[in-house]
């Protein structure tokens, strides 16, 4: 497995082998191949405003009510046509209860970032996985800033090119990106940074841990499990005098004073 595609995820066909389908996707990009019995098809009509319309349930798990059946639904699918109280697809409708965003019915700050990331906590880890069921270190960077209206490739190896550099520890904010490399100098980790020096990222779980200019320290582990490499902002820069007080907590202790220039 490379990846997952939620309920409500958008795709595109690009080709067939017996039961299986070639499919890239509309959100990042990404392809792989799917059973054709896990994807409906839609016409052109469809596609277009079940892309454009980007309700996504909040609830860690919710139910997805029909006539005769319930879909269980993970944090991060998507609810096309959804009205407020129901959604459909094809002919089918559904009746949804649970709590759900849209893109930017939230202002695009640090602490709406960490409160999402904060709901994935202890999630275990799965390569591959976008759900609290199993989620991989990239996949839930991109499902956080997905919640959040902001559009993240897949790979950390990919997502270390948007954004804007963070030249030095003491202009980390909460909602950065953390990114991570080995010892040949390949990005293989992410995480988002959290207020007072702390890391939130997907390690044999969803995990948060004490990050520093060296790196992520694991304490019960006793030793730097990850090296720092950058750190990339994809928020708005935010005023320190007018920042929340979580916020200015990630100003404080080691990040402050340090100094130390990344790369």
């Keep these: 497995m490379v990846s997952q595609l939620l309920f409500g995820e958008t795709v595109e066909v690009v080709d067939a082998k017996d039961s299986w389908r ?40 919710e139910g997805l009510m029909a006539a005769d059946h319930f879909i269980p639904l993970t944090m991060g699918a998507v609810l096309p046509m959804y009205d407020g109280l129901r959604c459909a697809l094809g002919d089918q409708s559904f009746q949804f209860s649970g709590p759900v965003v849209t893109a930017g019915q939230q202002s695009l700050r640090s602490d709406w970032i960490v409160k999402i990331a904060r709901r994935y906590l202890h999630a275990p880890y799965l390569w591959g996985g976008r759900s609290p069921f199993g989620i991989d270190c990239s996949g839930l960077t991109q499902m956080v800033f997905k919640i959040a209206g902001v559009r993240l490739l897949r790979d950390a190896a990919q997502q270390v090119t948007q954004g804007r550099a963070v030249d030095f520890m003491e202009q980390c904010q909460s909602g950065d990106l953390a990114f991570f490399d080995n010892a040949r100098g390949h990005i293989t980790h992410v995480g988002i940074i959290l207020p007072d020096c702390h890391v939130i990222h997907a390690s044999g779980k969803v995990r948060i841990d004490k990050l520093d200019h060296f790196g992520i320290f694991n304490k019960e582990l006793n030793r730097y499990t990850h090296q720092l490499r950058i750190v990339k902002r994809l928020l708005p820069d935010e005023d320190p005098a007018t920042s929340t007080q979580e916020n200015e907590g990630a100003k404080s202790d080691d990040l402050v004073g340090q100094g130390a220039l990344f790369g």
């Design 22 to 61: 070639h499919v890239i996707s509309s959100w990042d990009g990404y392809s792989g191949w799917v059973d054709v019995k896990q994807i409906k098809r839609l016409t052109a009509t469809e596609f277009e405003v079940y892309s454009e319309q980007q309700a996504i349930n909040l609830s860690l798990v």
